[in-house]
């Protein structure tokens, strides 16, 4: 239900009230406006929210395990459907409403001048930030070059390392091999010393 509908109930259960002069229970309001679209306690509710809005629109009465089982209207009941009742304050809410929304949809256009200085500085934010997306992007890809690299280096490139072991045995077979042709060096070079004697 639309509060503007609300607002009309409202009103019509005070001028109900209004016309009697004497305590009614609320079960006749249900009858009269509601039955069967809605319940009792719809009806309740919307007598709760007249006494919430302000308590001297209606005198109410408990009784029967209820808080509000009987309704009667105050002198002050008549002057409030005068003035417009609820239906008259919801359209004068809404008005407001419109207005502000109006006022806020309203904003102040601005200058050449100002268009002009707003649109130089975001362009000076735009370039910065361009400046510094560049950068990260430079970043980011140097570092994945580096770490591919690496990685193609480390396929290509496969170092052999040897053991302790393995490092002796070679110096070993130098050692061995050097020996072996330093004899024949020897004897090359007394070769040579006889051939420059004769």
Partial sequence: MSEFFKAELKDKFL????????????????????RPNYNLAYVE?????????????????????????????????PDFLED??????????????????????????????????????????????RTLLFGLIGAVALSFLFTLFSLVNSFFNTEEYMTKEEFQREIERLESKQEAQQPKQTSFLTLLREKDSL
Avoid: C, P
């Fill in 15 to 34: 001028e109900y009230a209004s016309d009697r002069d004497d305590y009614f229970e609320v079960q006749l309001l249900y009858d009269e406006y509601l």
């Fill in 84 to 129: 417009g009742g609820f239906t008259q304050r919801y359209i004068q809410e809404e008005e407001k409403w419109d207005q502000f929304l109006e006022q806020m949809s309203n904003s102040r256009k601005l200058s050449t001048t100002e268009k002009a200085k707003l649109s130089k500085t975001e362009r000076k934010e735009y370039k910065r930030e």
């Fill in 45 to 77: 509710k919307l007598v709760k929210e007249i006494i919430d809005y302000d308590h001297d629109l209606l005198d109410i009465m408990s009784g029967n395990g209820s808080k509000i089982f009987m309704l009667s209207s105050t002198a002050y009941t």
